[in-house]
């Protein structure tokens, strides 16, 4: 079947997937039938959903759990990977606090508190309860969402050092909450008070989760492409970057080519931000829109050891000062074939504002926190940069994105997945809005 967009495209071109993580997958897929052609600027399928290996040790882009909460996402995911492939497990992560260790999530667990921090959090969270604020998250600033829901205490000791110093690095006056959605625990009172003297809750979408048996995360977009390898009319450029589009004459450029090709319909999976700079002319009004778009970095880094981790969590927060990252886990105590016999496999992550970290830095934190028994376990440290990592929920951007996106649709160019659509969410999410765009354009295609 060719692929005739109702917006102009030509029957006889492909689609043009432009990104190889789990959306623009999930997207080629369900295009089965049609001519597509994914590029990838990396040398490897997985995006942010990628593995890597080094000297028997291997690495997600940080910890990637899966929690697939719909059956259909299971079933898909059992049927390309094997549900006897994945380890099931159930949550072990923590807050690191001045030294202390409490369980996460941290508005459940404040038992973990000094007294008297304890006493002041409980306070001001049940005068925050009294007062009723009970306002739509979505429609908040995350700070007064913060503060009325938990309570000053709360948002002093955990939720501002956390979120606004260690994590985005803005002012969480900034920051809206509509990215909260099923992420952010949400106790009732009586698991506050409960969790306040010695009752651990572990609430939350990601209390039990999946993880591969062995090979990382990147297992899944492999089997991804698997699915497609070999199909009629499937194509996929590694190490090809989408460069430039022009719109006018419903072409694009590709990295591998001088040569500007024709295309049927795009579907872009790379940061919004990115896909707009290479359209050779916008509108002004999508300009100034593209201008609103923010987003913060993130450096992480792979750390290796000889030795075992003496932690048995998957990950921990660290919102202090003292620590140079904002949360590190355990590959190895979810799955350890992650790592050679007696060794582990940890991650470090940074945030973008941080400034340069030096190894020595974060081994010396990796011991302060307990996760490294001695220096000397460290076999190596890996540090990554990754660009666009969150993208910034501030006051502009549903009009901007609003603005943006039925534009770019409306030019046969359906920008998806968790960058694509300049938004916050899971794996799970990523393949779904692969599936919605494969869906739209197939849609186009068949005259529906
Ligand atoms: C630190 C971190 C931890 C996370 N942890 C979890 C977790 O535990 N569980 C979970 O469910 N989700 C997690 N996520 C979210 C998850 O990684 C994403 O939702 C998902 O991988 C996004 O997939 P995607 O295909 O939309 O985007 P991406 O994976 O970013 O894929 C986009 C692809 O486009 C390519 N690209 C970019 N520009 C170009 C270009 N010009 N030309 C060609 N190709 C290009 C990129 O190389 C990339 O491969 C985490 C995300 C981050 C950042």
């Avoid at 719109?247 to 090709?261: E, F, N, Y």
């Avoid at 060794?343 to 340069?356: C, H, K, M, N």
Wanted: proline share 6%; hydrophobic share 40%.
């Amino acid at each position: 079947m060719a692929v005739q967009s109702r917006n102009g495209g030509r029957p006889d071109e492909p689609v043009v997937v432009v990104g190889a993580g789990l959306a623009g997958l999930a997207a080629a897929m369900r295009l089965q039938g049609h001519p597509v052609l994914v590029v990838e600027r990396d040398d490897a399928v997985g995006g942010k959903a990628r593995s890597r290996e080094r000297d028997g040790y291997t690495f997600d882009l940080t910890g990637h759990w899966l929690h697939l909460r719909e059956p259909d996402l299971r079933d898909l995911v059992f049927g390309l990977l094997g549900e006897e492939s994945l380890n099931r497990l159930a949550r072990r992560a923590t807050v690191w606090l001045d030294g202390r260790v409490i369980t996460y999530p941290f508005q459940a667990n404040i038992n973990g508190l000094p007294l008297g921090a304890r006493v002041r959090c409980l306070g001001s969270y049940l005068a925050a309860r009294l007062r009723g604020g009970n306002g739509d998250p979505a429609q908040m600033r995350f700070e007064d969402f913060i503060v009325e829901r938990f309570g000053r205490g709360m948002a002093r000791h955990f939720f501002i050092p956390y979120y606004s110093k260690k994590f985005h690095g803005i002012a969480l006056d900034e920051l809206r909450t509509e990215w909260l959605k099923d992420y952010f625990p949400m106790p009732t009172t009586a698991q506050v008070i409960r969790g306040a003297f010695g009752r651990d809750h572990r609430i939350g979408y990601n209390s039990r989760f999946l993880y591969p048996e062995r090979g990382g995360i990147g297992v899944l977009p492999e089997a991804m492409l698997k699915a497609c390898a070999g199909r009629a009319g499937f194509e996929l450029r590694l190490e090809t970057s989408l460069e430039e589009i022009d719109l006018a004459g419903r072409r694009l450029r590709l990295s591998d080519s001088p040569r500007w090709r024709r295309w049927g319909a795009i579907i872009s999976t790379m940061p919004l931000a990115d896909l707009l700079d290479s359209v050779t002319v916008l509108p002004e009004e999508i300009r100034d829109a593209r201008r609103a778009l923010r987003s913060s970095a993130m450096r992480y880094a792979d750390v290796a050891l000889r030795a075992p981790s003496p932690i048995r969590e998957h990950w921990v927060y660290t919102p202090g000062p003292e620590i140079p990252f904002y949360r590190m886990g355990v590959y190895t105590n979810a799955a350890p074939l992650m790592a050679p016999p007696g060794g582990a496999s940890l991650w470090v992550e940074i945030a973008g504002q941080a400034g340069p970290v030096a190894d020595s830095e974060i081994i010396e934190a990796l011991v302060r926190i307990g996760a490294v028994a001695a220096p000397e376990d460290v076999l190596f440290v890996d540090q990554h940069k990754v660009e666009h990592a969150y993208v910034v929920f501030d006051d502009a951007r549903e009009k901007a994105i609003g603005t943006i996106l039925p534009w770019l649709a409306g030019q046969g160019i359906h920008s998806c997945g968790r960058y694509g659509r300049w938004g916050y969410g899971s794996m799970g999410d990523a393949i779904n809005d692969g599936f919605s765009a494969a869906a739209l354009v197939a849609g186009a295609a068949d005259g529906v």
